[in-house]
């Protein structure tokens, strides 16, 4: 009973202090905590893949929206998809993006993350956090976040490098494949390469 | 001759737009092209950036890589100027000053540690700059991807440049050819990402087209470039990506027979 109960009081304990931290901060200094946080795991879990992929995983979840990032990049088939066909899809879409941007930060380990401002977005409740990522003797490579906010939480909705932004450039890709092979075919596809890449490592 | 080796496929390519897709008219001739051009990297140029990264030292990539962007730079001055952009322009005429001086004609990057940093200017922004729109998306033959309007700083190289200067072939022929190693040389980190894609045609063409719209309004564009069809789009989903795309003419599916 009591390890039960203390597991319990552990999870309480840090999804509250989590939830708080989150409230209080922009997404100025999410990007600036975030992004140094990040750059330490990989750097301390150089050897050990997964288990620097389930850090950087675990410190990112709470700002992350992954179901609207989800919902964005799959577009109009996202309303016709169940709820299990939608979670599947956010879970498979979240395995792929982390996969993404490690295997691009790995290169990037001893970069310095420079927050150059923020933009406003649409509305209130949109903002763009503008970075460069920089290494020494490179030219700096632009690296934007897009919040939005969700209640009292700034939460992370999409990622651009270069202008180059995850959800965009995946819509052609899952629209095409949802076509041909439907939303299953998809978090097939989707799980198959989160799989295979895996088992690489 | 090399150059008309160019330029002829890109009239080509012009003469036969027929609008199918909102932002790829040319898709049909484009995707064969990018077969083929990935068959000639598969089988020459990757193995040659392979080795070249492999076997020569890093000092010496790293000099052959500041020689090209030294032209760059060079380039990115009347670029800039013409968009009115005098910082800018006055910064790439400092780097190239510096450079080609101290820099032993562009192979030390002294400039970057002064710091005069690095502007981002061809022409193909210029001409964005000044509202011209990006025409058909081009996947050119052993080259890559442009779209009509780009296409305007690989030409504009071709009919000036400091190669005018090496007269004999095999000057030309080994100028062009490290040229080409290095600039595949420095996209190799992504190989693997476009590897992994389910259509890495389309990813290499959307990556593409919203890197240049970013660059063309310097990093701050005033809404994202909607990509995907117009049907993929959720009608309900945010004002800024379903606008500019309702505004299409019948964007018509290409993966729809």
Known sequence: MYPLFSKLLLIITLSFTAAVSVANDSPEQIVRSTSKDVLDIIKKNEKDNSKMRDLVDQRLSPLADYNRMTSLAVGRYWKSATPAQQDALSKEFRTMMIRTYLSALTLYKNAQINVRGTRAGNDASEQTVRTEVSLPGQKPIPLDFSFEKIGSEWKVFDISVEGIS???????????????????????????????????? | MLRRLIVFPLLLLGACATPQNNYDPLEPINRPIYQMNKAVDDAVLRPVAKGYVRFVPPPLRKGVDNFFENIDDLFSIPAALLQGKATPASKSFGRVLVNSTV????????????????????????????????????????????????????????????????????????????????????????????????????????????????????GNPPFPLPMGSAEDLDADADSEEAAPIASAPSAVNPETP
């Open chain 1, 166 to 201: 995850f959800i965009n450039n995946h819509r052609n890709q899952f629209g095409a494949v949802i076509r041909k092979d439907g939303i299953d075919g998809l978090i097939k596809s989707l799980s198959e390469k989160n799989n295979t890449s895996r088992q690489n490592k």
């Open chain 2, 103 to 218: 820099g032993v004609g562009g192979l030390i990057d002294w400039a970057s540690d002064l710091p005069i940093e690095k502007q981002n200017e061809d022409l193909g922004q210029t001409l964005g700059y000044w509202g011209l729109p990006t025409g058909p998306y081009l996947m050119v033959p052993f080259y890559g991807p442009t779209t009509l309007r780009d296409s305007v700083e690989p030409l504009s190289r071709f009919i000036w440049g400091p190669i005018d200067y090496v007269d004999d072939l095999a000057g030309q022929i080994t100028y062009y050819s490290v040229y080409i190693v290095n600039a595949r040389a420095q996209i190799l980190p992504l190989d693997k990402i476009i590897n992994e894609q389910a259509d890495p045609y389309a990813f290499i063409r959307d990556s593409y087209l919203q890197r240049r719209w970013f660059k063309i309004h310097d």
